[in-house]
């Protein structure tokens, strides 16, 4: 797919990663929908960035956990831009919720905006997909899809629940629906990390270093104008993933 003039609607595309796949779809010459629930600040900022590289932007409240906020949301950017070409299922949730647990209230918001938001998101979009000319779905998974972190439960099954799906649009709209997915390694310190945590994270990747959101991003491009990629899944995480092997063996 040539980006130039196309619509990508980002979910959660207003910060951190999010943003840098919103600039990096900009900078390849789309216009952005973004996405926010919180950070209406943020996303009048980042539509402002994506201005300034000459595309059109469009800052969308909703909560991708509500199906007919969803849909609201569709239809404004269809009004906009008179379609939708690309969508990346970006919003995430990470809260630790150990188990077991009494309490269900981390369970219900990981499950409600790491599974129902990408199939609600989806599920709307491609009609309107196919529609037009076809289309590209995106989703944004996470290590913890391959293997499980402790005291996080919620957050690891809705990011393994990303890929599934992703494989199951792939099949069921091709071929005028590409879907694909990519799982972003370490790209942005967390504000609890003192410097000994974040020397340890950059330690255990294969390239020794965190990576960037513009990198991460590079990755959704890629798959935004690959033409005969579909149903498959990019990790940019440096390595990470197989960092404990460096010094171990069996």
């Known amino acids: 797919m040539e980006l130039e003039g196309k619509t990508a609607l980002i979910t959660g595309g ?3 990663v999010g943003r840098g796949i919103t600039l990096a779809l900009a900078r390849a010459g789309a216009n952005v929908v973004i996405n926010y629930n919180t950070s209406a ?3 009048l900022e980042t539509a402002a960035e994506a201005e300034a590289l000459g595309v059109r932007a469009l800052p969308v409240h909703a909560s991708v956990s509500d199906y007919e906020q969803v849909g609201a949301m569709m239809a404004t950017a269809v009004e906009h831009f008179g379609g939708i070409d690309i969508l990346v299922n970006n919003a995430s949730t990470f809260k630790p ?3 077991p647990t009494d309490d269900l209230t981390v369970w219900h918001k990981s ?8 199939f609600y998101c989806a599920n709307q979009v491609a009609p309107i997909m196919l529609e037009g000319d076809g289309g ?3 989703g944004i998974g996470d290590l913890s899809a391959f293997e499980p972190w402790p005291g996080f439960a919620g957050h690891a099954v809705g990011k393994g ?9 792939a099949l069921e709209l091709a071929p005028r629906i590409r879907a ?3 799982v972003p390694g370490p790209a942005l310190r967390p504000t609890d990390y003192d410097e000994a945590t974040y020397q340890r994270v950059a330690d255990g990747t294969l390239l020794g270093r965190w ?6 991003a590079e990755a959704v491009v890629f798959l935004a104008k690959a033409d005969y990629i579909t149903g498959e899944v990019i990790t940019v995480d440096g390595g990470q993933r197989f960092g404990h092997r460096k010094h171990t063996h069996g």
């Not at 990576?211 to 991460?216: K, L, V, Y």
């Open 14 to 16: 207003a910060r951190r």
């Open 41 to 43: 600040t943020e996303a």
């Open 97 to 99: 919720d150990p188990l």
């Open 111 to 118: 499950i409600d905006t790491l599974v129902h938001g990408p």
């Open 136 to 138: 590209v779905i995106i």
């Open 161 to 169: 629940a990303v890929l599934s799906l992703t494989r199951q649009l």
């Open 180 to 182: 694909n997915a990519v």
């Open 211 to 216: 990576g960037t959101p513009e990198e991460m």
